[in-house]
């Protein structure tokens, strides 16, 4: 029986094999694979390490410098980053996967310019995958270039047709470029392809308002509030759409919810002031104006509604003074104002 245990344990020795003895390429890419194990679950620390170790056996090896950048990418080590996409290039300049990489790194440096020419580079090596035009496409909207970026939109919706957010930030080109129509059809798509993507449903009811359908504006305007019940922009935009179909007690309640949300936005303050005028609430319309102004000291139209307001309560005075004021910070009809008024 010794002699059994003894012959157990030689054969256990020769089943063991040491990493260290594998030829460097093979060594490379164990601890390359072990890498890529590691980032999937999000031990991005750990994979770097295994990166590290694969390129110390195999200095060459473009694949390990292309996902030790994704890693520390993901740990927010931006520069090294750059450098490790600039290796990978290099050593590989036909993958187009180190050129996007790199260009989502230059992006989160605040390099736009470099980070445009990177997703364009992704693009001519790899001309259906889709992120690559979006990213593009996202950047040149920013500069508000949006007929190239709305071609860049159009490619990607090419290279994959459910990409929702590529069909939603060519809604919002053509909503720039002045196609409201064909703006609402492709937010539609957007909701169509992902529901809950509550952007796209904000703003399709912002470009149905603005195309003249105020009751398709306030039912999306509806929809989004009833799953998003904490964005003011949003009570403040139905506001205005009630405001436009002469719903003022509607339109002073929205706004009164917006102001409740964000005791800062000057803009739904002066809006409900503009709502209690219609409503001729005067005292409320002056009140709601006047906070308007003492959050934005050259607010023009809160100083506009706050003299029609005075001038209801018998402040013609002090709606003079509201009215230069507007004009002074130009809005020219402050004057038209004061000369009906006859102000001096």
């Keep these: ?112 310019t470099e980070a445009e020419l990177d997703y364009g580079r992704a693009t001519e090596r790899q001309a259906d995958y889709a992120p690559a035009w979006y990213y593009r496409g996202a950047l040149r909207f920013e500069k508000a270039d949006y007929a190239a970026a709305k071609a860049d939109f159009d490619a990607a919706i090419k290279a994959d047709a459910t990409y929702a957010y590529a069909w939603h930030d060519r809604g919002s080109a053509q909503r720039q470029l002045g196609s409201l129509s064909a703006a609402i059809q492709d937010y539609s798509q957007a909701l169509k392809l992902q529901p809950d993507l509550l952007p796209a449903l904000l703003n399709r009811a912002g470009t149905r308002r603005r195309a003249g359908d105020l009751k398709g504006a306030i039912q999306d305007y509806n929809n989004y509030l009833t799953k998003k019940q904490d964005n003011a922009l949003a009570y403040t935009n139905r506001g205005a759409a009630r405001y436009e179909q002469a719903d003022y007690k509607g339109a002073a309640e929205d706004f009164t919810r917006a102001v409740t949300l964000d005791a800062g936005y000057a803009f739904a303050w002066n809006n409900r002031a503009a709502a209690y005028l219609k409503l001729e609430d005067y005292k409320k319309a002056d009140a709601d104006a006047s906070q308007a102004i003492s959050l934005n000291k050259e607010y023009a139209e809160a100083y506009l509604n706050r003299g029609h307001a005075r001038e209801m309560l018998r402040q013609p005075d002090a709606a003079c003074q509201d009215w230069h004021r507007a004009a002074d910070l130009g809005l020219a009809v402050g004057l038209t104002h004061a000369a009906n008024s006859g102000c001096p």
């Design 1 to 112: 029986m010794t002699l059994l245990l003894g012959a157990g344990a030689a054969h256990a020795q020769v089943d063991s094999v040491r990493a260290s003895t594998l030829p460097p390429d093979q060594q490379a890419e164990k601890l390359y694979n072990s890498g890529l194990a590691k980032f999937n679950q999000k031990s991005y620390r750990a994979a770097v390490l295994d990166f590290d170790k694969a390129l110390a056996a195999k200095p060459d090896f473009a694949r390990a410098y292309s996902n030790r950048a994704a890693a520390r990418y993901e740990l927010k080590d931006y520069q090294p980053a750059v450098q490790d996409y600039d290796q990978a290039i290099k050593l590989d300049p036909n993958s187009f996967t180190p050129y996007f990489g790199r260009a989502r790194a230059e992006e989160a440096l605040q390099q736009p």
